[in-house]
């Protein structure tokens, strides 16, 4: 005779017993998350506002944290007064040139440097990499004399060309992504006759996307606020980009040559917006951009 045996349903514990250390904790993250987001997000707010207020909103005291009196006065003086078009336009021609060359060169020397077998490779890869630890401003006076020569100055080549293929940096970050790249799908290209420069647009190209979404957007934001070179090498009022109208305007527009806060801020805010927009579409990708190359496929 078998003996039926039953078991007793395990006791379940209080869900607060379970959970309290975890949502403490996560709870605490939170917070201070959300007083990091405020913290950084309040400037870009204040100065949204600000734009949209008259210039006596600036003497209330204390200051209101919504907008007195909005309107839309100072974009339309700002526009009327400066060109902002045109160095809307400037900035977008040079940003987005620069940005096609960096990806373009960056991922074929990436590319190179990554799967390719040369003699002196490793010897030229960090010849190159030393040229990192040079600071910048070294170089902008030989530039600077180099594009005087040619006389590109005041200028789009003068603009474009010294930043065109992107740097160093652009292909050690290609190179360093494309090494976590199988190489059995270039040998089989290989073996089906591909040239290397049908493997690289054919195979390694497409898969190249993600690491040049992340290329793409770090260069494309550098260029947006780029201001020493273009002040360097223009001139000409209609040749300025955003940032170096925004010295200008901060120095005062006008017939009277005055400084209104509320233009600057109406004009802060026309430069800040596109960037914003970017880092919101992509920002999945900045996380991307610091584990490019961590791990090996």
Known sequence: ?????????????????????????TGLVYVILTLWAVLALFPIYWMAKNSFEPAM????FPPQMLPVSPGLANYSILLARTPM????LNTIVVSVTRTLGALFFGALAGYAFAKLKFVGREVIFWML???LMIPSFITVIPQYQVVK????????WALIVPGLTGGVWAMFLMRQFVKTLPTELIEAARIDGAGEFGIFIRVILPLMKPGMAVLGIFTFMGNWNN?????????????RVLPVGMALIRGGIGEANILVMGQVMAGSTL????????????QRYFLQGITIGAIKG
């Open 227 to 239: 201001f020493l070179w273009p002040l360097l090498v223009t001139s000409s009022i209609n040749m």
């Open 271 to 282: 430069v800040a917006v596109p960037m914003v927009i970017v880092f919101l579409v992509f």
């Open 129 to 131: 990499m030393t040229t």
């Open 1 to 25: 005779m078998v003996r039926a045996t039953t078991v007793s349903p395990r006791r379940r514990q209080p869900a607060h017993t379970l959970l309290q250390p975890a949502t403490w904790a």
């Open 57 to 60: 909103a600036f003497t209330v």
């Open 149 to 156: 020569a040619l006389g590109w100055i005041d200028t789009y």
């Open 85 to 88: 078009a045109r160095w809307g």
